[in-house]
């Protein structure tokens, strides 16, 4: 692939997760005066909704009986990330 389409699309990125961040924020403004939420609670949920993808992949694994596909990319994760 080329290089400069990789640019693109990880700026793109960015900088959809920056709109996204600003995006939730008036929510959780909202829900921290409603509720009394602290910031530590809204860190907490966006947490959960973050990794949210990543406990379905794992479900779903789980449920095809491929129980080495997650484990074979968090393996090769860390070989390639402590070469």
């Not at 692939?1 to 699309?9: A, D, H, P, Q, T």
């Not at 910031?39 to 449920?63: E, F, H, Q, R």
């Amino acid at each position: 692939m080329n290089i400069w389409l990789w640019v693109v699309v990880l700026g793109l990125a960015a900088w959809v997760a920056h709109w996204g961040a600003d995006q939730l924020l008036t929510p959780l403004t909202i829900l921290g005066k409603q509720w009394g939420l602290t910031a530590l609670a809204g860190v907490a949920y966006i947490a959960i909704v973050t990794a949210s993808p990543v406990v379905a992949a794992n479900i779903t694994c789980m449920s095809l009986t491929e129980y080495d596909i997650v484990l074979r990319a968090i393996t090769l994760a860390k070989e390639r990330f402590y070469e």
